[in-house]
């Protein structure tokens, strides 16, 4: 079967670093793709991976590992905003998005 | 209107009704999606369509149904609704072959 896990919840302190996993196993690979979600609105767009390395984008960098089924988001500089969930999901082999659960990531002053 | 417009935004109704909630987008995406999201879980789409006149099952289809008569509007359908069907629908679009999808602000449904 087609799984994506990440942890359910983390917490981090504002100015601080934090990295968010998630792991893979589906039936072919066209892309890993993090977005964003605050509390009550829809998922918006952060990034795309298709290729192993690092891609960064301001705060925020996304990492993939595509023998390892394996990425992270990174987010540097914690702003309160920041406070969302945070939802991986995988392009398979028919070009269909396989989301993850979310990580609710936490924000304390 | 501007990117994808959901309606309604929150509705309450009573097993056994049908209800259909609307989905419309003003970017000539060719690919639209319904999904649901219950806490714990990811997404889950329930149908898709790549083009006007085409539409899919996704990962949970039973008890909905969608059309596409044309580019812009993606209708969602609940028959015979059930307390199961409790959930927030999000609707998407995309251009064919890409994962960056852009959602409407979600329509949360209650069946009691």
């Known amino acids: 079967g087609q799984n994506i896990d990440q942890p359910t919840e983390m917490t981090a302190t504002e100015g601080a670093i934090v990295q968010i996993n998630c792991t893979y196993q589906t039936s072919g690979f066209n892309g890993l793709f993090w977005y964003q979600q605050h509390a009550g609105e829809a998922p918006t767009f952060l990034s795309y991976n298709v290729l192993d390395g690092l891609e960064e984008k301001g705060r925020f960098s996304s990492f993939l590992s595509r023998s390892k089924g394996y990425s992270y988001l990174l987010l540097k500089e914690l702003q309160m905003k920041d406070s969302a969930s945070y939802l991986c999901a995988v392009s398979d082999s028919n070009y269909q998005l396989i989301w993850g659960a979310g990580t609710k990531l936490i924000i304390k002053p | 209107i501007a990117g994808i417009t959901q309606a309604p935004t929150s509705q309450i109704l009573a097993a056994g009704r049908r209800m259909t909630l609307r989905c419309t987008q003003d970017m000539r995406h060719n690919a639209m999606y319904w999904y649901r999201q219950d806490l714990g879980l990811g997404l889950r789409l329930i149908h898709y369509?790549?083009?006007?006149?085409?539409?899919g099952k996704g990962e949970v289809p039973d008890g909905y149904s969608v059309s596409r008569a044309n580019t812009d509007d993606f209708p969602l359908t609940l028959a015979s609704a059930v307390p199961s069907q409790t959930s927030v629908y999000f609707c998407a679009s995309s251009d064919v072959g890409t994962g960056e999808l852009f959602f409407g602000e979600g329509s949360r449904l209650t069946v009691l």
């Open positions: 369509s790549n083009t006007a006149g085409t539409t």
